[in-house]
């Protein structure tokens, strides 16, 4: 199985701030690359897929980027609604395999 | 608006029974792959089952493999989960999912429902 690795496993920032999260995985996925947003109580929602396309309704401060091994998700200006936990997800081959997890905190 | 609805979770003994239901709504129920996720506590999500559309192709997670059964009903707009011989690492939530992307490529999941917390203690 991919094994997906996310760095910082939390991060502090304050409203406005820019906060980039790094994904990598444990051999090469191309750019089959998903990132999750996940609260409490709610459906998990699909931010970004192949690596650095946006899902439908997502703002636009959302992006993502990478190939092969490496990637980020970036979230700029942050938004009081944007504090959660974001998990990344391969789509190269099966089984799907997701990240531990960021927890994105208020500072 | 697409929409996935859970139900069936619940307390059980090591050893014991749950069939979790998913009910879909929104979209094309029949074309799609569905797929159970879960969480465990402080863990990120595990892929656990799929069932392809026309329901003739199954997967499982090694985790799961011999214990859980995925079925689905595509005149109801629902998909199945039936769990035996539950362990304690089973505990999460279970959240059922559509396969979605582009055509050909429907590598991700999109919706995903609420989920259905499951504790086997």
């Known amino acids: 199985d991919i094994e997906m690795t996310q760095s910082p496993s939390s991060v502090s920032a304050s409203v406005g701030d820019r906060v980039t999260i790094t994904c990598r995985a444990s051999q090469g996925v191309s750019r089959w690359i998903a990132w999750y947003q996940m609260k409490p109580g709610k459906a998990p929602r699909l931010l970004i897929y192949g690596a650095s396309n946006l899902q439908r309704g997502v703002p636009s401060r959302f992006s993502g980027s990478g190939s092969g091994t490496d990637f980020t998700l970036t979230i700029n200006s942050l938004q009081p609604e944007d504090f959660a936990t974001y998990y990344c997800q391969q789509g190269n081959s099966f089984p799907r395999t997701f990240g531990q997890g960021t927890k994105l905190e208020i500072k | 608006e697409v929409q996935l609805v859970e139900s069936g979770g619940g307390l059980v003994k090591p050893g014991g029974f749950l069939r979790l239901s998913c009910a879909a709504s929104g979209f094309t129920f029949s074309d799609y792959t569905m797929n159970w996720i879960r969480q465990a506590p402080g863990k990120g999500p595990e892929w656990v089952a799929s069932?392809?559309?026309?329901?003739?192709?199954?997967y499982y997670a090694e985790a799961v493999e011999g214990r859980f059964s995925i079925t689905r009903d595509d005149t109801r707009k629902s998909v199945s989960l039936v769990m035996n011989s539950l362990r304690v690492e089973d505990t999460g939530v279970y959240h059922c999912?559509?396969?979605?992307?582009?055509?050909?490529?429907?590598?991700?999941?999109?919706?995903w429902g609420r989920g259905t917390q499951v504790i086997v203690s």
């Open positions: 999912a559509r396969d979605w992307g582009d055509v050909g490529a429907r590598n991700y999941f999109d919706p």
């Open positions: 069932i392809s559309s026309g329901g003739h192709y199954f």
